[in-house]
C-alpha cells in the first residue's frame, strides 16, 4: 500500500505535478500510474479529481495555456508595439525553453473544440491582438497576424527544442531578428 500524501491533495497539487514529471521526462511519461507514484498515492485516487489520462490531459493542457498566458501578460505590462511584441515573443520562447513538457501539453489537448481549452486559448489570442493593435490591424487581419506569430514562435521553439541551431549565434538575437522582419512585414502589408 502506498503512503499517505504528506500535503493536501487538490487539483492544483495534482497537475503541478503532472507538469513537473512531463517537464523533466517529457508527456509520453505522464501517467496516472507514475503521478500517482510521484503523489504516494494509489491511481484510482486521482479519478476523484478527473476523468481518467484524457482528464488528466485536457487539465493540464488549461494549466500550460494559462501559466503561458501569463508569462506573456506579464511581458507586455509597461510596453507598447514593436518592444511589446518582442517582449511577449521572448516570454513565449522562454516558457517553451523551461516547461518543455508542459509547453507540449498546451499542444496535445485530447479535444481542441472543448470550451474549456479554447477560453484558455482565447485569452493569448486576445492578448495577442491587444498588442498588435499599434499595427492598425483589425478583423480577419488582426487574427492571421496572431496565426503568424504563433507560428514563428512555436517553430522557433520546436527547432530549439529539437536541436535544431547548431550555429554559433545567439538565439535570442535571432528571435528577435526575426520578429522585427515579421513586423516590418505586417506594417507593409496594410
Given at each position: 500500500m502506498s503512503p499517505r500524501?504528506?500535503?493536501a491533495l487538490d487539483i492544483t497539487t495534482i497537475i503541478e505535478a503532472a507538469g513537473e514529471i512531463a517537464d523533466q521526462y517529457g508527456m509520453q511519461e505522464v501517467t496516472l500510474a507514475?503521478?500517482?507514484?510521484?503523489?504516494?498515492?494509489?491511481?484510482?485516487?486521482?479519478?476523484?479529481?478527473?476523468?481518467?489520462?484524457?482528464?488528466?490531459?485536457?487539465?493540464?493542457?488549461i494549466y500550460g495555456i494559462d501559466k503561458l498566458y501569463r508569462r506573456m501578460a506579464d511581458?507586455?505590462?509597461?510596453?507598447?508595439?514593436?518592444?511589446?511584441?518582442?517582449?511577449?515573443s521572448q516570454a513565449y520562447v522562454n516558457f517553451a525553453r523551461f516547461h518543455p513538457g508542459i509547453y507540449e501539453a498546451t499542444l496535445l489537448a485530447p479535444d481542441p473544440e472543448d470550451v474549456e481549452v479554447q477560453e484558455a486559448g482565447?485569452?493569448?489570442?486576445?492578448?495577442?491582438v491587444?498588442?498588435?493593435?499599434?499595427?492598425q490591424l483589425?478583423?480577419?487581419?488582426?487574427?492571421h497576424a496572431v496565426r503568424g506569430l504563433r507560428s514563428i514562435l512555436h517553430g522557433?521553439?520546436?527547432?530549439?527544442?529539437?536541436?535544431?541551431f547548431k550555429m554559433a549565434l545567439d538565439l535570442d538575437e535571432s528571435l528577435v531578428i526575426?520578429?522585427?522582419?515579421?513586423?516590418?512585414g505586417i506594417g507593409d502589408g496594410q
Open positions: 500524501p504528506k500535503f507514475n503521478l500517482a507514484k510521484k503523489l504516494g498515492i494509489r491511481p484510482p485516487s486521482l479519478y476523484n479529481h478527473f476523468d481518467g489520462l484524457t482528464g488528466l490531459r485536457k487539465k493540464l493542457a511581458a507586455a505590462i509597461g510596453v507598447s508595439g514593436t518592444n511589446a511584441v518582442i517582449a511577449v482565447a485569452k493569448i489570442v486576445d492578448l495577442t491587444r498588442i498588435l493593435q499599434a499595427y483589425e478583423g480577419d487581419h488582426a487574427l522557433f521553439s520546436s527547432l530549439e527544442q529539437k536541436g535544431g526575426i520578429i522585427q522582419a515579421f513586423l516590418a
